[in-house]
């Protein structure tokens, strides 16, 4: 599994932003790190794990077909525990909308390769948010993957 070290692009500031979001974006690409390494490293290893990554309302589009989180947990993840993700390139950026509740918006590109080896490409976006504005934990409240 390849996600030890996904590398970053410096998150693009909005114009007239003041210096704090400097820090906020430096702390976005943080907090998504973390989160990638984490996520894909359960998936590997111990798929059924994944549901705690994910907001009890969490919306999820596996390829199209929308998911609750224990449908995801039944039909995705158990049937795909054990394959390796190589994570290509990533991008990540805080959001500053009103109702996002200071989260990160995080978008992976890379490869899925199941226990044939067969690789497939895919893309994956994550809308991370926090509980509260006191909390310092993310989780998904957005979920697309889709193959290319």
Do not use: M, W
């Given at each position: 599994m390849n996600i030890d070290k996904p590398s970053f692009a410096k998150s693009v500031v909005p114009v007239g932003a003041s210096a704090k979001t400097d820090k906020e974006a430096e702390e976005a690409a943080y907090r998504a790190?973390?989160?990638?390494?984490?996520?894909?490293?359960?998936?590997?290893?111990?798929a059924k794990g994944l549901v705690k990554f994910y907001l009890e309302n969490a919306r999820i589009s596996w390829n199209g077909i929308g998911l609750t989180r224990s449908t995801f947990e039944t039909q995705i993840a158990e049937k795909m525990s054990g394959s390796t993700f190589t994570v290509l390139s990533t991008d990540c950026h805080?959001?500053?909308?009103?109702?996002?509740?200071?989260?990160?918006?995080?978008?992976?590109?890379?490869?899925?390769?199941?226990?044939?080896?067969?690789?497939?490409?895919?893309?994956?976006?994550?809308?991370?948010?926090?509980?509260?504005?006191?909390?310092?934990?993310?989780?998904?409240?957005?979920?697309?993957?889709?193959?290319?």
């Open positions: 790190q973390t989160f990638i390494t984490s996520y894909y490293r359960t998936f590997h290893r111990k805080p959001l500053f909308a009103a109702d996002a509740n200071r989260g990160i918006i995080v978008v992976i590109n890379g490869t899925i390769s199941n226990k044939n080896k067969t690789k497939q490409l895919f893309s994956q976006t994550f809308i991370l948010a926090k509980i509260s504005e006191k909390s310092s934990e993310y989780f998904i409240q957005d979920d697309c993957f889709r193959y290319v």
